[in-house]
């Protein structure tokens, strides 16, 4: 076996999660979670296990926070191209 390293983003060269979402699509987030006041809005996302009856967790995916604001000091996790930094 061999270690798999991360994507990294071509604009800046930083660590990427990809992630799959609940509607069957992919998105690059940030690997740090950040307090919800810190991230604006439509660049926040949480992670969730898939409920399964195994106590491992076998998958994990990205969901959009929406609805209900989450607190201020709560952890979200936001989108790459929020944190992405072009030289």
């Known amino acids: 076996m061999s270690w798999i390293e991360p994507p990294t983003c071509p604009t800046c060269g930083a660590l990427v999660r990809t992630c799959p979402t609940n509607y069957d699509r992919w998105v690059?987030?940030?690997?740090?979670e950040l307090p919800a006041k810190?991230?604006?809005?439509?660049?926040?996302?949480?992670l969730t296990k898939l409920p399964v009856r195994s106590p491992v967790v076998t998958d994990i995916v990205a969901v959009r926070v929406r609805g209900i604001d989450p607190?201020?000091?709560?952890?979200?996790?936001?989108t790459h191209r929020m944190m992405c930094v072009t030289e």
């Open 71 to 78: 607190l201020p000091g709560e952890p979200v996790v936001p």
């Open 38 to 46: 810190d991230v604006p809005e439509p660049f926040r996302w949480r």
């Open 28 to 32: 690059s987030l940030a690997t740090v």
